[in-house]
Each structure stands twice: as C-alpha cells, then as structure tokens.
C-alpha cells in the first residue's frame, strides 16, 4: 500500500519506470496448479471436484492460507521461515516433492521449479493429501 501511494504521487514519467523497474525486482514465487480444481478451490474455496469438495471448510481456507504465504514469498527456500508451514522435501518414492502443511492431518504437495539462474522461484501445486496415509 505504502508503494502505491508514492507512485501515485509522482507526476514524472521516467521516475514511474524507475519505481516500476524495481517493483520488478521484489518478484515473488509464482503459483500453478496442476489440477484445476485445485485452482478453483484457491480463488473460489469450492469446487465440483469430488476429490476436493468432501473438505472440510477449516481445511480449505487454511489451505488458501497455505497458498498465500507460498505466494508472498521470493523462493521456495523462504519457505523454512514460516515455521507453521513445516516446509519439508519428501524421501523415498516422492524424493522430487516438497511439502508444506496445512494442518497436523493434511499437507499441500508441490515441486518446485527453477528459473534461469536456477533459483527454485515456481511451485506446482499438485495435490492435498492426509499426512499419514
């Protein structure tokens, strides 16, 4: 908000790139989904998927929570700061995965993805899945 308002204020042309060109710098983690009903859970916290929509509610808007915070962030390595997530990189036959909790029962999978200069910059979500089965 802060920024906004300062672009707001300035009249000169040249200094809204400046502002824009650094804007482009804070470049957060981008987001896809693999599954669109994972999507349509996030931006509409429902979905005909019948996988997805026997969720409980609680579950839901912790995950676009969930799905949020993995947004505000600039790598997936930022992810180890926010300690309720539990952010983890699974073993065994899911060694490519990271997770992320939701709650104690269910956790959000994802891969992440690297950019050119190979800083892990986009996740895929791919499914939400009880932790223990």
């Given amino acids: 908000m802060i920024v906004l308002k300062k672009i707001r204020k ?4 040249s200094q809204k790139n400046i502002i824009f060109a650094s804007l482009k710098d804070l470049m ?3 987001i896809m989904f693999e599954k669109v009903a994972l999507e349509e859970l996030y ?3 429902n979905t005909q998927d019948r996988e997805y929509n026997r ?3 609680d579950i839901v808007k912790r995950y676009v929570k969930v799905v949020n915070y993995m947004k505000a962030v600039r ?11 539990h952010y983890e990189k699974l073993k065994g036959n899911l060694k490519e995965v990271e997770a992320v909790r939701i709650n104690k029962q269910y956790r959000l999978l994802f891969q992440s993805l690297p950019n050119d200069s190979g800083i892990m910059v986009t996740a ?3 499914d939400i899945s009880k932790h223990y089965e």
């Fill in 55 to 57: 969720l409980p509610k």
């Fill in 28 to 30: 957060l983690m981008e």
């Fill in 43 to 45: 931006t509409h916290e």
């Fill in 10 to 13: 300035i009249e000169n042309y």
């Fill in 124 to 126: 895929l979500i791919f």
């Fill in 75 to 85: 790598r997936v390595e930022d992810l180890f700061l926010i300690n309720s997530l």
